[in-house]
T-cell receptor, first 115, second 111 residues
Framework: EAGVAQSPRYKIIEKRQSVAFWCNPI?????LYWYQQILGQGPKLLIQ????????DSQLPKDRFSAERLKGVDSTLKIQPAKLEDSAVYLC?????????????FGPGTRLTVL | QKEVEQDPGPLSVPEGAIVSLNCTYS??????FMWYRQYSRKGPELLMY????GNKEDGRFTAQVDKSSKYISLFIRDSQPSDSATYLC???????????FGQGTTLQVKP
């Protein structure tokens, strides 16, 4: 089966600009996650969707970050305006709702550099 | 104090060595324990999964969970250069809840 797809793979922007990331989960996976991984750290969950509803967004900086999952499939994560500390890899992951639903499958990530 | 602590390393071992990777945690509510492997510029991939306490073996990999000590370990036997990667421990209160990751340990296995 095809893996989690993310685009773009790399993005360089200046602070105060806006940026958007796209994720296409594995077909049939109901749950989608966005993680932020700062260099030298483990991934930190930003938001979790179950179909197109938000399950957990407690660590999403809502003043600048937003995310949506239209029709319960693809998802976009937006940052507006970006700050220097937003430089990180943004990972999308998905999991299904059946047996083995604990396993999250990760995409390759989008590496964001904010100058 | 972080919920999950993991020594970042780096850890360098010769090919064939036994590798021991460890994490400690503070939240006794964690029930699900995982080890992810992350190669450079790739997303993490699940390596081992354990529910509650005990041992689990899969080929050259063994995962151990000691809930009484809040300590988990991953052992790699007969390490190979292809095992060179960052190893992330991760924990969750439920099997569908968010994962709390450790910082990751960078491992290099030298030929």
């Amino acid at each position: 089966e095809a893996g989690v797809a993310q685009s773009p793979r790399y993005k360089i922007i200046e602070k105060r600009q806006s940026v958007a990331f796209w994720c296409n989960p594995i077909s049939g996976h109901a749950t989608l996650y966005w993680y932020q991984q700062i260099l030298g750290q483990g991934p930190k969950l930003l938001i979790q969707f179950q179909n197109n509803g938000v399950v957990d967004d407690s660590q999403l900086p809502k003043d600048r970050f937003s995310a949506e999952r239209l029709k319960g499939v693809d998802s976009t994560l937006k940052i507006q305006p970006a700050k220097l500390e937003d430089s990180a890899v943004y990972l999308c992951a998905s999991s299904h709702s059946g047996v083995g639903k604990y396993e999250q499958f990760f995409g390759p990530g989008t590496r964001l550099t904010v100058l | 104090q972080k919920e999950v602590e993991q020594d970042p390393g780096p850890l360098s071992v010769p090919e064939g060595a036994i590798v021991s990777l460890n994490c400690t945690y503070s939240n006794s509510a964690f029930q699900y324990f995982m080890w992810y492997r992350q190669y450079s510029r790739k997303g993490p991939e699940l390596l081992m999964y354990t529910y509650s306490s005990g041992n689990k073996e899969d080929g050259r990999f063994t995962a151990q969970v000691d809930k009484s000590s809040k300590y988990i370990s991953l052992f790699i036997r007969d390490s190979q250069p292809s095992d060179s990667a960052t190893y992330l421990c991760a924990m969750s209160r439920s099997n569908t809840g968010k994962l709390i990751f450790g910082q990751g340990t960078t491992l290099q296995v030298k030929p």
